[in-house]
């Protein structure tokens, strides 16, 4: 709110190759590089206090080919797809204590695709929901069980946890709109309730000034904002066309 600079991150260790994701906590960070060890390079997650600059621990993963991670309570919850000798995939999802580095648990979804993950911002809820390419999973992240899975239309492309709400949203590439009630463990097709002209879509976000949707393969930004009832009527500013081939 201030601008104000809270802290600086100096020295992190010796650090080779680039950051491939980062995630963000109340004061903690976590990101993913390649750092040189005695046995070779390894993939590792740091994760820092960004107030007071120190690491607070660093765990190894596996390589992976999708990543994510969400971060409530001391508590990362680290998911990634991982192929086998056999090229079949599989989901691996762990619950990591930020400051003992101990793993609470593990749980494996096999033959899945990791797509997203989201977690409740509130603190009483306690599933967090994965997408992967077909499938909505709730997760209850005090023991790594499965609560519920439910298929879906397209591939997912976005999600958005509300704040005070057990409900997530969540939109496929070809327009589906899902709320998965977190309580109820129930994942409802509400596609009538958002009505999106493109027919393949390549990333949705929830702002504060409405919802943001990129169509596939095209260097379109659009903000849908959010109408009830019968005086609905299009904006005036419908997009914002920018330099470039596409959007990333």
Known sequence: DSYERLGEIKKLG??????????????????TRIIDTTEGQKDCIFFVDYISGETLSVTEIAEYTTFDIKMRDGIAYIAYDQYD?????????????ISSGVVKWNLEIEKSDLKLMEISRTKWINNLM??????????NVENGNIVKEESVSGIPVGSY?????????????SGSFYM???????????????????????????????????????????????QTGPSMENTEWSGRETPGNFIM
């Open 161 to 173: 946890a509300y704040k005070e709400q057990n409900v997530y949203t969540v939109l496929t590439e």
């Open 85 to 97: 000798e056999q090229s079949e995939m599989t989901t691996y999802l762990q619950a990591y204590d």
């Open 180 to 226: 998965v009630d977190e309580i109820a463990r129930k994942v409802q097709d509400c596609s009538e309730l958002f009505v999106i002209k493109h027919k393949k879509i390549e990333f949705f976000g929830h702002t504060l000034y409405g919802e943001i949707i990129i169509p596939y393969n095209t260097n379109r930004v659009i903000n849908y904002n959010t």
């Open 14 to 31: 010796d650090l080779s190759g680039y950051q491939e994701f980062f995630a963000l906590d109340d004061t903690v960070m976590a990101f």
């Open 130 to 139: 994965i997408a992967t390419g077909n499938e909505i999973i709730l997760v």
